[in-house]
């Protein structure tokens, strides 16, 4: 004789609680999955593109003391921009000499700025890392090899400007010393970055070469250079730019001694930053 369980739950109903599990640990799974890919894909695309804010700073050297040469450099990336912060810096060259300091010139540059939101990748607030130069932080650079931008790794939180894991690409000064016969010849150049014309269609940096400007110095003995913070109060201020010179009164400043006498050559090369315009 068989026995009748009125607790017993139908075949029918048993498959499809089953069935509704199964389905919700997959749906689980998936998304687990999707975002450990998002993840690795936000981290392989920022080191890849640490290697083109560097090609772009390389080529900055190239085109800025050509008047007229124009360099596109194109990217590839799903999570992340690449964005123009213009007049981020200010730079000024005083001289001394036997009358004393003088002023000679300021000027104010942008930065470029490959943004990966922390959302997609976060390495740790306040962490920094140098590119290039890679150990040397000093915003001049001695020799005719030294670089005339600093590239770096930057994740500041937080930011009026939004929260980033930043690769940054700054303008700095290179330095280069020569003698002809006694007389010493000391030339320093420095390229200011400025706002072009971005049409953003197309994942590229266009930089174009728009002037030179020169100015030559006699009977020097010293020069300083500072470097000062208009967006200070975004968040664009000393801490985010960690040059290794002296820090006072919140602006960077380096003075550099020279033989007596020294000519000085400064060179502000102007160069157009287009987002986006495709040549």
Not at 241 to 259: D, R
């Amino acid at each position: 004789m068989l026995r009748v369980n009125n607790r017993a739950v139908s075949p029918a109903i048993s498959t499809i609680t089953l069935t509704a599990a199964v389905v919700v640990m997959v749906l689980v799974a998936m998304l687990y999955t999707n975002r450990f890919l998002d993840s690795r894909m936000a981290e392989n695309e920022f080191s890849t593109n640490k290697q083109f804010m560097l090609t772009t700073s390389l080529q900055l050297d190239d085109i800025a003391w050509t008047m007229g040469r124009t360099q596109t450099i194109r990217y590839s990336c799903r999570f992340a921009q690449v964005v123009f912060e213009p007049a981020i810096l200010q730079y000024s060259l005083e001289i001394s000499n036997d009358t004393g300091w003088q002023h000679v010139f300021t000027g104010e540059t942008g930065v470029i700025l490959f943004n990966m939101p922390i959302s997609a990748y976060t390495i740790g607030s306040n962490y920094l890392e140098r590119i290039f130069p890679s150990s040397n932080g000093s915003f001049i650079q001695d020799g005719p090899s030294a670089p005339v931008s600093h590239v770096y790794v930057m994740e500041k939180l937080p930011m009026a400007a939004g929260n980033f894991t930043r690769v940054v690409v700054v303008p700095s000064i290179r330095m280069l010393q020569s003698k002809i016969g006694t007389q010493n010849y000391v030339k320093f150049y420095l390229p200011m970055l400025e706002d072009g014309t971005n049409l953003w269609l197309s994942q590229s940096i266009t930089l174009t070469s728009k002037n030179v400007t020169q100015y030559v110095l006699s009977s020097v003995n010293q020069v300083r250079f500072k470097i000062e913070f208009p967006k200070e109060a975004e968040g664009f201020d000393s801490s985010f730019f960690p040059f290794q010179n002296t820090l006072q009164f919140g602006y960077y400043s380096i003075t550099v001694e020279l033989p007596p006498n020294s000519v000085v050559e400064m060179y502000a090369g102007a160069v157009s930053v287009s987002m986006g315009l495709h040549i």
